[in-house]
């Protein structure tokens, strides 16, 4: 009996490791794009000459697309 | 009989002596400038997507183009002369760069999404670059092996720094200067709104574009060597704009762009819009290393950038096309 829990035991462990894993790699890698789309969305914001309300609505907008991008609905 | 010539030749020497440009005035004047007639026809020129930076040598202009991801080089008088860089994650190629600088025959770019830093010749050759751990905004390169690099501050982490130094292979050797944090993304970044500025003697000016008034000069390793305050004549203007949870929280803006060159600053001024916002202003004030209003330029259009040489200020416009002036007194 001892031995089955921890055969089972051992399954679970080495099927967390191989399935868990690189999903949770992958979504950390996702969320790095997201950032890393958010800073460029913020650079060309602070960078255009629309005027400072604008560029505030216009980096509004890029932390509005960071949210929906780190929820997986949409890339920014 | 007083012999009044004297002391006026004295005054205007000494205002005067080794300045090319504006001349020391114990009460601000004015200047008028008047545009330079290109040598190139209108239709001829190339479409500047989004310049946000210009540099210029004894020859040529280098407008950085942060949408086409290239400088474009023209001669002084506004000819269009050859590009350098393309779109990419090569060497000698950029994404979204905001930073540009000149220091003998190099140009240092921030190279913004790539999150580096590229050191290229003035014909585009690659010469060397490296990678930095944030998103670079501005650069001051003062020898091969001291250039400063500002951030953009993201704010992911709290407080940053704003600052960093790095030798030519990209080993950080100093930081300085923390970031404005409050937790509001988008108030913290119009907060951080730094222009670096070229000093003599391998120091530079520090400004926060709004908020302060206080103009700093460091040196090459980041060190404060002083501090002045711009004169309360000077007229920092007032904008609300939206902030977290419906607030309206109030930024006072200093200058919408700036330059320095031979020791002074000159800062275009913002401008109210039609519809109540502020943006990029067609008058320059020229202030002194203590703060004071030495001048005031009166441009015939608004400018987003400029970069002052003695009596000649080059600027970009509204429409992202280059504008080359003269200053002339009113």
Known sequence: ?76 | MKKPGLPIVLAIGLGCHGHAGICLQTSPSRYAAREVKRETPADARPYLSRPVALVYDESRLFVLDMDDDDIKVFSRSGAFEYVIGRKGQGPGEFHLPSGLDILGDRLYVADSANRRVQVVDKRGSYLSGFRVPFSPHRILAFGPDRIVVMSLPSGRDGQEKVLHGFDGSGELLWEAVDSFYSGDSVYDLMRNRWFGLKASRGEFFLLRGTDDRIIRRLDENGILLGEAGVTVKYPIQEVDIPGREGRKRTLRVLCWNCASDRERLYFLVPERTEDGDLGPGRAIAVIGLAGEIVASIDLPEQLTRIAVDGNTIFGLDLDGRLRIFRLEPK
């Open chain 1, 1 to 76: 009996m001892k031995r089955a829990i921890a055969l089972t035991l051992a399954v679970v462990l080495f099927l967390s490791v191989f399935l868990w894993v690189p999903q949770l790699s992958s979504a950390r890698a996702r969320a790095d794009i997201c950032y890393d789309d958010w800073e460029s969305c913020r650079s060309r914001a602070f960078q255009s000459d629309e005027g400072i309300v604008k560029t505030t609505l216009w980096l509004t907008v890029c932390d509005f697309a960071l949210g929906k991008c780190i929820l997986g609905f949409t890339k920014v």
